[in-house]
């Protein structure tokens, strides 16, 4: 690996203007020698409207990576893909790929890959949004082959999200993890959404105590571009972020 430039660049399309959460967790969780080029969005709430209104800021974003000639793009948001709905989004994708010459991805798809790379196909979901984001998420993941056989939600808004606190972020990652294992003990795997979520301290004490998987979309989406790296991965990431990353 070169001490000058690093040896994988993700481009990642976030949601909203600033770039904090994302760069945080991802630099704990990648390997040596990948480094995260990040251009927003500005995603005023969850829902099908607000996402439409930022697809142009979304081919902008695909050409500006494309210039910075990165090696995979990445479009975070859960919700952004959830109220597009799995046809669309895949669609989208399949053009922004046609467009940059990139493999393109989302950290939904990312997710799915991730969960039946594990062999999870009946899940517990963990989620802060309300109650039309997880309904479309549910469908989203239905429709992967992927069956949520619990979910355990504590709704908040978008602006809630950007300034919430970390350690509560934290307990609320243990908090809805034990509820949704209570009432499905059977579930192969946890799926905790959410790019502002700070949840990626809660991973491990959260395995350790259900002995199932736990993604994060930071996890996930940096999982599938490793995955797809292939033997082009130099360094593999550290096992402790969890049972995903370690399966590398």
């Known amino acids: 690996m070169s001490i000058i430039h690093p040896w994988y660049q993700l481009g990642y399309i976030i949601p909203h203007l600033q770039t904090d959460m994302d760069a945080y967790q991802f630099y704990r969780v990648a390997p040596e020698g990948m480094m995260l080029v990040t251009t927003g969005l500005n995603l005023q709430g969850h829902s099908l409207e607000a996402v439409e209104r930022e697809l142009p800021a979304f081919w902008r974003a695909i050409d500006i990576l494309k210039k910075k000639k990165v090696d995979r793009i990445a479009l975070s948001g859960v919700p952004v893909a959830s109220h597009l709905g799995r046809r669309r989004m895949r669609e989208i994708l399949g053009e ?96 905790m959404p959410g790019g502002l979520w700070h949840a990626m301290h809660a991973v491990p004490l959260i395995e350790a105590q259900y002995g199932k998987p736990a993604i994060l979309n930071i996890l996930a989406t940096t999982w599938a571009a490793l995955h797809a790296a292939g033997p082009r991965m130099k360094h593999r990431p550290d096992a402790r972020w969890g049972k995903l990353l370690a399966s590398l």
């Open 96 to 191: 922004a790929e046609q467009r940059s010459g990139i493999a393109c991805d989302t950290d939904l798809e990312a997710h799915i890959a991730a969960l039946k790379h594990l062999g999870a196909t009946r899940i517990a979901l963990t989620t802060r949004w309300h109650e039309p984001t997880n309904t479309a998420l549910t469908k989203y993941l239905n429709e992967a082959g992927i069956e949520v056989i619990a979910l355990a939600a504590r709704g908040s808004t978008l602006d809630q999200h950007k300034t919430a606190d970390p350690a509560a972020d934290h307990q609320l990652a243990l908090d809805l993890a034990a509820q949704a294992m209570r009432e499905a003990p059977d579930a192969q795997a946890i799926m």
